[in-house]
C-alpha cells in the first residue's frame, strides 16, 4: 500500500472579480495535482462563493487562503482581515451550500478581528495507472504431447524371435526395484 504524503498550499490574495475567477484555477489545478479530481467542483465552488462574500462587502479585500490534504481529508480555509465583515453579507444560502456539500466546516475568530471559515472534505487520493501500453497477450497453440520415453531407435537388422522371447519374459520376471522375482523371495524367506 502506498502512503500518501500531506500536502499543504498557501496562497495570499487581493480579491477582486478577476482574481476570483484565478485563484479557482489555481485551486483546481493544485487539487488535480494531488490527485483529487473528485473534489474540485466542490471545493473550488465553495471557496468562489466565499471569496465573492469578500468582494462585494469587505473593506480589506487582503484574503488568505490554505489547503492541508492530509490522506484522507482535505480542508480548506479562508481567512478575511475585515472586523467589519458579518454572515449577514453573505450570498444567500453560502453557508448553507458550505454546511451540504462538506463534512466538516467552522468559523473562529483570528487576531486582527477578523474571521477564518473552514471546510473539509474526506476523499482517497486516485492511484493512476501509468500509460503505458500493454504488451499483447500470447497467442494460444495447441500443444503436441510429448511422449513418455524417447523411441529406441530401430537397428538395422532384427533380431531372432527367440531372443525377443526370452527378453520379454526376463522383463516380466523382475520386480519394480529391478532384481529377478526369484531372488526377492529367496531373501524374504530367510529373514
Not at 487582503?62 to 482535505?74: A, R, V
Not at 475585515?82 to 454546511?99: E, F, M, R, S, T
Not at 466546516?105 to 473552514?118: K, L, P
Amino acid at each position: 500500500m502506498k502512503t500518501v504524503v500531506p500536502c499543504y498550499y498557501h496562497l495570499d490574495v487581493e480579491v477582486s472579480p478577476e482574481r476570483v475567477a484565478q485563484v479557482r484555477r489555481i485551486l483546481a489545478a493544485h487539487l488535480r495535482y494531488w490527485n483529487l479530481e473528485d473534489l474540485v467542483e466542490s471545493v473550488c465552488h465553495c471557496a468562489e462563493v466565499l471569496l465573492h462574500t469578500i468582494d462585494e462587502h469587505a473593506a480589506d479585500k487582503n484574503t488568505t487562503i490554505e489547503m492541508w490534504w492530509t490522506g484522507q481529508h482535505l480542508i480548506t480555509a479562508i481567512a478575511d482581515n475585515d472586523a467589519d465583515l458579518h454572515a449577514k453579507y453573505a450570498q444567500p444560502g453560502c453557508l448553507a451550500h458550505i454546511v451540504a456539500v462538506s463534512d466538516g466546516w467552522g468559523c473562529c475568530a483570528t487576531g486582527t478581528g477578523g474571521r477564518i471559515i473552514w471546510f473539509s472534505r474526506r476523499a482517497r487520493a486516485v492511484e493512476r495507472a501509468p500509460l503505458v501500453p500493454t504488451s499483447p497477450a500470447p497467442s494460444l497453440r495447441v500443444a503436441r504431447p510429448m511422449p513418455r520415453e524417447a523411441p529406441v531407435p530401430a537397428l538395422a537388422g532384427t533380431a531372432p524371435a527367440s531372443l525377443l522371447t526370452a527378453a520379454a519374459a526376463d522383463a516380466g520376471s523382475r520386480d519394480p526395484a529391478g532384481s529377478p522375482s526369484g531372488t526377492v523371495a529367496r531373501n524374504s524367506i530367510r529373514a
